[in-house]
């Protein structure tokens, strides 16, 4: 699971306004739900599983007067909510992988500094 946020200007009737775009993906690029907020109410999703995420965008979709994904959404939602911990497993994992790698780059590196200066 991918989970991004984005600032631009999204919307082609006030370009510009600038808006956070929250996406969640598949690992292999697939988009489930994306969302926006206004700049001054900047989502803070670090370190949140999916399924947070997913409470905040639903929390977000309700807020709308009209929403023409209304409906759309909530069935994503819904699926989401069923397959929560299978979703947050799925980033957990993600999140290890890429932390793994990292670990692994930075103790590279750190050999390589002792054994050329130290």
């Known amino acids: 699971m991918i989970i991004s946020k984005y600032i631009g200007s999204y919307d ?3 370009p510009k306004e600038k808006q956070y775009y929250v996406v969640i993906c598949w690992p292999e690029g697939g988009k489930i739900i994306d969302e ?3 700049e001054e109410d900047e989502p803070e999703i670090r370190d949140l599983p999916p399924s947070e995420v997913i409470e905040l965008i639903a929390e977000r979709l309700e807020s709308y007067w009209i929403s023409t994904r209304r409906e759309e959404n909530r069935e994503i939602i819904a699926w989401c909510r069923e397959y929560a911990e299978y979703l947050d497993t799925l980033w957990a994992q993600e999140q290890i992988d890429m932390l793994s790698k990292k670990i692994s780059k930075n103790h590279k590196r750190m050999e390589d500094l002792k054994r ?3």
Request: proline share 11%; with cysteine.
């Open 116 to 118: 050329f200066y130290l």
């Open 36 to 38: 926006s907020w206004p």
């Open 12 to 14: 082609l009737c006030h």
